[in-house]
Protein backbone atom coordinates (compact mmCIF):
# COMPACT_ATOMS: atom_id res chain seq x y z
CA UNK A 1 0.00 0.00 0.00
CA UNK A 2 3.08 2.19 -0.07
CA UNK A 3 2.61 5.78 -2.56
CA UNK A 4 6.41 4.62 -4.08
CA UNK A 5 5.32 0.79 -4.90
CA UNK A 6 4.77 1.96 -8.62
CA UNK A 7 6.87 4.98 -9.49
CA UNK A 8 8.47 5.54 -12.68
CA UNK A 9 10.43 7.62 -14.03
CA UNK A 10 10.83 9.49 -17.22
CA UNK A 11 13.94 10.37 -19.05
CA UNK A 12 14.35 11.55 -22.62
CA UNK A 13 18.03 10.94 -23.65
CA UNK A 14 19.90 13.00 -26.40
CA UNK A 15 22.73 10.77 -27.08
CA UNK A 16 25.13 9.65 -30.34
CA UNK A 17 23.63 6.45 -32.23
CA UNK A 18 26.40 4.12 -31.01
CA UNK A 19 25.59 4.92 -27.86
CA UNK A 20 21.67 4.67 -28.31
CA UNK A 21 21.78 1.44 -30.04
CA UNK A 22 23.98 0.41 -27.21
CA UNK A 23 21.72 1.49 -24.27
CA UNK A 24 18.26 -0.88 -26.81
CA UNK A 25 20.28 -3.61 -26.47
CA UNK A 26 20.41 -3.80 -22.49
CA UNK A 27 17.15 -2.68 -22.14
CA UNK A 28 15.76 -5.09 -24.84
CA UNK A 29 16.89 -8.03 -22.57
CA UNK A 30 16.17 -6.41 -19.21
CA UNK A 31 12.82 -7.37 -17.34
CA UNK A 32 11.43 -4.03 -18.18
CA UNK A 33 9.32 -3.50 -21.22
CA UNK A 34 9.90 0.23 -23.04
CA UNK A 35 6.29 0.63 -24.06
CA UNK A 36 7.12 4.47 -24.67
CA UNK A 37 10.38 4.21 -26.60
CA UNK A 38 10.46 6.57 -29.41
CA UNK A 39 13.03 7.61 -32.15
CA UNK A 40 13.06 9.97 -34.77
CA UNK A 41 13.26 8.59 -38.26
CA UNK A 42 14.92 10.06 -41.33
CA UNK A 43 12.20 8.47 -43.66
CA UNK A 44 9.41 10.46 -42.85
CA UNK A 45 11.11 14.07 -41.38
CA UNK A 46 13.78 16.23 -42.07
CA UNK A 47 16.64 15.77 -39.21
CA UNK A 48 19.95 18.01 -39.15
CA UNK A 49 22.56 15.46 -40.14
CA UNK A 50 25.01 15.00 -36.88
CA UNK A 51 28.08 12.58 -36.60
CA UNK A 52 30.03 12.03 -33.06
CA UNK A 53 33.54 13.26 -34.28
CA UNK A 54 35.64 12.22 -30.99
CA UNK A 55 38.66 14.79 -30.23
CA UNK A 56 41.91 13.70 -31.21
CA UNK A 57 43.06 12.81 -27.77
CA UNK A 58 40.21 10.60 -27.44
CA UNK A 59 40.88 7.76 -29.59
CA UNK A 60 42.14 4.47 -28.41
CA UNK A 61 43.80 1.33 -29.05
CA UNK A 62 43.06 -2.40 -29.74
CA UNK A 63 42.64 -4.35 -26.10
CA UNK A 64 45.70 -6.89 -26.20
CA UNK A 65 43.09 -9.76 -24.43
CA UNK A 66 39.74 -9.14 -25.45
CA UNK A 67 37.67 -8.80 -28.70
CA UNK A 68 35.61 -6.03 -26.96
CA UNK A 69 36.29 -3.19 -25.35
CA UNK A 70 39.29 -0.35 -25.68
CA UNK A 71 43.21 -0.61 -24.82
CA UNK A 72 44.95 2.28 -23.80
CA UNK A 73 44.80 5.70 -26.01
CA UNK A 74 46.71 6.36 -28.83
CA UNK A 75 49.33 8.59 -29.65
CA UNK A 76 48.82 12.24 -30.24
CA UNK A 77 49.49 12.17 -33.75
CA UNK A 78 47.69 8.87 -34.31
CA UNK A 79 44.26 10.30 -32.86
CA UNK A 80 45.01 13.15 -35.00
CA UNK A 81 44.94 11.33 -38.56
CA UNK A 82 41.91 9.28 -37.18
CA UNK A 83 40.15 12.38 -36.66
CA UNK A 84 41.39 14.07 -40.11
CA UNK A 85 40.45 10.91 -42.05
CA UNK A 86 36.92 10.79 -40.17
CA UNK A 87 36.15 14.25 -41.28
CA UNK A 88 37.08 13.85 -44.52
CA UNK A 89 34.96 10.46 -45.08
CA UNK A 90 31.89 12.39 -42.91
CA UNK A 91 32.25 15.15 -45.76
CA UNK A 92 32.79 12.68 -49.03
CA UNK A 93 29.32 11.11 -47.32
CA UNK A 94 27.42 14.13 -47.08
CA UNK A 95 28.67 15.40 -50.82
CA UNK A 96 27.07 11.99 -51.76
CA UNK A 97 24.18 12.34 -50.05
CA UNK A 98 23.59 15.87 -51.62
CA UNK A 99 24.44 14.73 -54.84
CA UNK A 100 21.80 12.01 -55.07
CA UNK A 101 24.39 9.40 -55.33
Known sequence: ???????????????PL??????????VGSDHTMDAWNEASRRYITIDVE??????VDWRSKPENSKQGSGEPVAASIGLEATERLLRQIEQGLKEIMSGH
Open 1 to 15: MSPFRHATVQFEVYA
Open 18 to 27: MVARQHWKYV
Open 51 to 56: NYVPNP
